[in-house]
């Protein structure tokens, strides 16, 4: 993990870093890490997600980040209130307070695209096969050329 003096200096707050999960979502498991979660007031949470690279997105913007969410708010019974990407290049931290119907609208986007891989039920371009070095099912995917 990636930490600066000033995050350091911070951790009095945190519940979790690195958290793993394991969190099954009807057919299928989700699998990853939480960078870091931190306690709020009032038993809510910030789930926070390390970023190397520059700026391209806003928390809210970010599938991932909002994943936590559903994650944090579903699996480990926790409320989440505001989602933040922190740019460890400029050392910038953006944030957002967290829509549940946003977390909802992901949580079926997740299961939506689930469905599709499973059933073959996607259509491989040459924009997408480079992705395909980078996909965790590329062994298994009848679409690729083995």
Do not use: H, W
């Not at 911070?10 to 498991?29: H, Q, R, V």
């Not at 806003?58 to 909002?66: E, T």
């Not at 699996?75 to 209130?81: E, G, H, T």
């Amino acid at each position: 993990m990636f930490l600066t003096k000033q995050l350091l200096s911070e951790m009095g707050n945190a519940i979790y870093l690195e958290k793993s999960f394991s969190f099954p979502l009807d057919d299928i498991i989700i699998c990853g890490y939480i960078d870091r979660v931190d306690r709020l007031d009032n038993d809510k949470v910030e789930i926070i997600d390390y970023k190397t690279g520059n700026i391209r997105n806003l928390p809210q913007d970010d599938l991932q980040l909002n994943l936590y969410a559903l994650v944090c708010r579903d699996y480990l019974d926790l409320i989440p209130a505001k989602l933040s990407l922190y740019f460890l290049k400029t050392n910038q931290k953006t944030s957002v307070d967290v829509s549940n119907v946003y977390i909802d609208l992901v949580k079926n986007l997740v299961l939506n695209t689930a469905d599709k891989i499973l059933s073959q039920n996607f259509t491989i371009t040459q924009e997408s096969l480079q992705n395909c070095n980078d996909c965790c099912y590329q062994k298994i995917c009848p679409k690729l050329p083995n």
